[in-house]
């Protein structure tokens, strides 16, 4: 058991650290994130959580934006609510 372990390592440094960074700021992913300006959290039971996930998985989308859209129908943007 002196060999090289076949298990990665969790994390490794980036060779160059700015590089890194500026690919991350390029994504999709961080680009999509910055529309969304606060994080909501709430309590609910554990079958409840896994109800809300398994319909998530069932229509192919994740839970934050199965919520984001249920959220936009029940709260629509108008002349009284926007500000």
């Given at each position: 058991?002196?060999?090289?372990?076949?298990?990665?390592?969790?994390?490794?440094?980036?060779?160059?650290?700015?590089?890194?960074?500026?690919?991350?700021?390029?994504?999709?992913?961080?680009?999509a994130?910055?529309?969304?300006?606060?994080?909501?959290?709430?309590?609910?039971?554990?079958?409840?959580?896994?109800?809300?996930?398994?319909?998530?998985f069932?229509?192919?989308?994740?839970?934050?934006?199965?919520?984001?859209?249920?959220?936009?129908?029940?709260?629509?943007?108008?002349?009284?609510?926007?500000?």
């Amino acid at each position: 058991m002196t060999g090289a372990s076949s298990h990665g390592r969790f994390t490794a440094r980036p060779g160059d650290p700015d590089r890194w960074i500026r690919s991350a700021e390029a994504s999709p992913r961080a680009s999509a994130a910055a529309g969304y300006t606060a994080r909501l959290t709430i309590d609910v039971t554990p079958e409840l959580r896994g109800r809300i996930k398994v319909a998530a998985f069932e229509r192919g989308i994740t839970v934050a934006d199965m919520l984001r859209d249920l959220f936009a129908r029940e709260f629509p943007a108008d002349e009284r609510g926007s500000k």
